[in-house]
């Protein structure tokens, strides 16, 4: 979880994602022995100030057609402010952002967020 948004974050998560990706891949081996690599930034402080959504997803997708370079490329930014004023109506998501802004202040877990 990332507390604070800086000026450099967005170039971090990118180059978290590159960094576990590469290090799949030892000297010899074949590219086709990479596993994708799905990374999850969790962030306090908005990133995408002018973004209605507080979930972001990115790919590597060619604008134009939508054509995907390679499924192995994908990262998820959730951010827990714009969630607090708009809560999700999707229930698995809505139960993890709960968890994420609500569990410090748990004694026990709710009944309505188990599975």
């Not at 999700?88 to 026990?108: C, G, I, N, Q, V």
Request: charged residues 20%; negative net charge.
């Amino acid at each position: 979880m990332q507390s604070w948004n800086h000026s450099g974050l967005k170039k971090r998560v990118l180059y978290d994602w590159s960094d576990l990706y590469h290090a799949q891949l030892d000297s010899g081996k074949g590219y086709n022995t990479l596993n994708p690599v799905i990374s999850i930034w969790i962030v306090d402080e908005n990133m995408f100030r002018n973004a209605p959504y507080y979930h972001h997803t990115f790919q590597a997708i060619d604008p134009m057609d939508g054509t995907n370079l390679c499924e192995d490329f994908e990262i998820h930014v959730l951010e827990l402010q714009k969630w607090m004023n708009a809560p999700t109506e999707r229930p698995a998501l809505a139960r993890w952002m709960r968890f994420f802004t609500e569990a410090e202040s748990w004694a026990s877990v709710p009944t309505d967020i188990k599975t």
